[in-house]
């Protein structure tokens, strides 16, 4: 299990790819030269923090070599991590319908299990990698690599990677994004900040989602925003409505604010 939080089997993630309705093939994400390993710790409290700080160090260590091989292809990637149910697949799926036809967008679907969400990004015509977790909590960066490998997004594309729905354990680990993506729903309530302070730190951006269901739930959007800013001075906060549009357009120009990347070289 992972030793970070205790999450996840011993199975290792399947990668499963579904790309224009072809074929997909499973993945069992052993032998492509960044395996997850999952650490078992049993009745030694005082190795924790060290063995978290490998695990970690470990992880951070494939994220720039994910970074690395994104930069040098002119590829920017966003990591979008919420709750489950506050619309993130329905932003991707909007974005994808109106910003395809200016560049290559690929996604990369973190869930426990199925492929539901994959599958409602393929009809968009994106191409798409489901990365099932199992009883993991979240995606890291060696999984981002094997997805890397079988997604093979083009150059200068946009990599939307759809994290597990969880406000805890996505913040520890960098994937090799550009950008870091908290999104929040209006009927979870706008004290989300406060009860989960260390996802909102690390943010790039915060996205305060579903505003058309304002007039029909109690949530403050300027106690939310200032909560965020309190914990994140520097945090932008765009407030839309994926379902209907309103607002999508302070989101897409952000998008363009994280894509001026020069290549880099990559050690391969």
Not at 159 to 176: K, R, T
Request: a negative charge; charged letters at 25%.
């Amino acid at each position: 299990m992972c030793a970070t939080c205790g999450c996840g089997d011993t199975t290792g993630p399947r990668v499963s790819v579904v790309a224009d309705g072809e074929h997909e093939q499973e993945h069992d994400g052993h032998g492509h030269g960044h395996g997850h390993e999952h650490d078992h710790e049993h009745g030694h409290p005082d190795h924790t923090v060290i063995l978290e700080q490998q695990v970690l160090a470990k992880n951070d260590g494939i994220a720039v070599h994910n970074r690395q091989w994104m930069r040098s292809r002119r590829i920017t990637a966003l990591n979008i991590m919420s709750s489950p149910g506050a619309g993130k697949t329905t932003l991707l799926a909007r974005t994808i319908r109106e910003l395809g036809c200016q560049r290559p967008i690929a996604v990369i679907e973190g869930d426990q299990e199925t492929r539901l969400d994959a599958e409602r990004i393929r009809e968009t015509g994106a191409s798409v990698v489901q990365v099932n977790t199992g009883a993991g909590c979240h995606l890291d960066a060696a999984m981002i690599d094997r997805a890397l490998r079988a997604l093979d997004p083009a150059e200068e594309s946009l990599l939307l990677i759809e994290n597990v729905g969880n406000l805890v354990c996505p913040a520890l680990f960098d994937l090799g994004e550009e950008g870091k993506v908290v999104l929040i729903s209006t009927p979870e309530g706008a004290d989300k900040p406060k009860k989960y302070p260390h996802i909102f730190a690390v943010a790039d951006l915060v996205v305060i989602n579903k505003i058309d269901l304002l007039p029909y739930v109690e949530f403050d959007v300027d106690a939310c925003v200032e909560q965020a800013r309190i914990l994140n001075p520097a945090v932008r906060v765009v407030v839309l409505s994926a379902t209907t549009g309103e607002g999508m357009g302070e989101w897409y120009e952000w998008i363009g604010s994280r894509s001026a990347i020069s290549p880099v070289a990559v050690d391969n």
